[in-house]
């Protein structure tokens, strides 16, 4: 059973700055400070600095300081800036002015009357109907020029509250939930060719704006966590929250900073951020350059292959199986390497730099979460001058006795300049009981249906492993 989390916005004291919380998935807390003049009885404060994918009913005004008295009578928010359809709409009924092309090319205003103009709030856009004289013209015929502004319309989404107050000059702050926001994590390894050397890690915070609204040198945290969120039906273009984890530091002063929030992650940008509408913005958050990664080959011709709970008696294919052998690269999220912070899942970068100080991509991955003191693995590819080959040498499926008997044999080709040590790891799924009866090497039982055979081979060399294994349940 799914548990359900209750999200609770925290009020921070006031600040001059607005403030952001960003979580993964599209949305974030926004915190601003309205300005707030006050006088005895009812007034009408209005603020449009807000996001266009504002939440009304996540909206919260208050004093954090307790030194302005008010209550909240009523509350509007209106998200249709002025524009030309809407202004057309506002003048529907009336003569205005157009633009018009004329003779020679020079333009010339004519009068016409805008009986339709199209604008539909939220929906699809009619074509607009204009008389000119006495005809009906089903388009625009020029440049409209209107003569105001209209009564009823505001330059960017707006918030509006009726307030019951005393008298009082100061500053609220507001809060509210607003889609629009995103961040994730970037990571790049920089290796080199010898093992021993030890390699470079970096990692970026990516943040992007798409909420309608610039923020000037916003104050910045990140949450990363699996916070449940409610998907309303009025917003069902906002998707649900799924979160990520967590952030590193370095060695220098770090530029993201990480503390824990209940059983979340917090992280806070070290200096003020602006983000302009519809910007992507990358900010270093980890840096390292004693990171300790191994390069591993492995050979799992079976991939996919696992126990599922009952008897596999049919033989399956004798051979034809993949022959790639995949490179994996793991490193530990600790102190030693320079990390040791909970990492938040993002996609990795493998580099190599060359003999002449350049970088080669080698591949990439997805870093899942990674508390810290854990390993990082992940799959970059497969080697060019590595093979191997898997083949069934023998099958004896015995009904009367329940037994299954099979004999398998690897062949690990080393076609290299360099030595390599090769991971051979098979899959033991037909049956729950089962013993090696014949082995070639010495293997390792990595869990209850699978184990792993090791060899080392020099340049231009082949190794062969057999082994005979034996399935029982009787």
């Known amino acids: 059973m799914k548990r359900i989390l209750t999200f609770s916005l925290l009020l921070l004291p006031s600040f001059a700055q607005p403030s952001l919380t960003i979580y993964n998935d599209n949305f974030a807390v926004v915190r601003q400070d309205v300005p707030l003049t006050l006088e005895d009885g009812n007034s009408t404060v209005s603020f449009d600095q807000v996001t266009s994918l504002l939440e009304p009913d996540s ?22 800036p002025v524009s030309e359809s809407l202004l057309l709409s506002l003048f529907e009924g009336q003569e205005i002015s ?34 000119m004289g006495d005809q009906m013209q089903f388009s625009l015929p020029g440049k409209p020029l209107f003569p105001s502004l209209g009564d009823d319309s505001i330059l960017r989404p707006t918030l509006t509250w009726q307030l019951n107050s005393a008298v009082g000059e100061g500053t609220a702050q507001l809060s509210y939930l607003s889609a629009g926001f ?9 290796v080199t060719k010898e093992q021993s050397s030890l390699a470079d890690l970096n990692g970026w915070v990516t943040l992007t704006n798409n909420s309608g609204t610039k923020f000037e040198d916003a104050k910045v945290q990140l949450l990363a966590g699996d916070v449940n969120k409610v998907k309303e039906v009025a917003y069902a273009e906002m998707p649900e929250v799924r979160m990520q984890k967590s952030m590193a530091s370095a060695d220098r002063a770090p530029q993201v900073t990480q503390k824990e929030l209940d059983s979340y992650h917090l992280y806070s940008v070290a200096r003020p951020v602006t983000l302009n509408d519809k910007e992507t913005k990358q900010v270093q958050f980890l840096t390292s350059d004693k990171v300790s990664a191994q390069k591993s080959f492995v050979y799992e011709p079976q991939r996919g292959a696992r126990f599922y709970g009952q008897k596999v008696t049919n033989a399956g294919k004798r051979d034809g199986f993949p022959k790639d052998v995949s490179i994996y690269w793991t490193f530990s999220n600790n102190e030693e390497n320079g990390l040791g912070i909970p990492m938040p899942k993002g996609k990795i970068r493998l580099y190599q730099k060359t003999e002449d100080n350049q970088l080669e991509f080698l591949g990439d991955n997805v870093l899942d979460h990674t508390p810290q003191k854990e390993e990082v693995e992940f799959y970059t590819g497969n080697a060019f001058d590595l093979i191997g080959e898997r083949r069934v040498v023998n099958f004896d499926y015995n009904k009367l006795n329940s037994t299954i008997k099979e004999t398998i044999e690897i062949k690990l080709r080393n076609r290299s300049k360099e030595i390599a040590t090769i991971q051979a790891i098979e899959s033991m799924h037909r049956w729950t009981k089962w ?40």
Request: proline share 4%.
């Open 182 to 190: 995103t961040w994730k994590a970037d990571y790049n390894l920089i």
């Open 59 to 80: 909206v919260v005004l208050r004093d954090p300081t307790n030194t302005l008295q008010f209550q909240i009578l009523e509350q509007n928010y209106r998200n249709d």
């Open 98 to 131: 157009f633009l018009c092309g004329g003779d020679n090319d020079k333009e010339v205003e004519k009068k016409g009357t805008v009986i339709r103009s199209g604008y539909v709030p939220r929906g699809r856009a009619q074509t607009p109907i204009i008389k």
């Open 435 to 474: 013993y090696m009866e014949e082995k070639s090497h010495d293997y390792e039982k990595l869990d209850a249906h699978s184990a792993r055979f090791t060899v080392t081979l020099d340049p231009d060399k082949e190794a062969v492993i057999t082994y005979t294994i034996k399935y029982s349940w009787d």
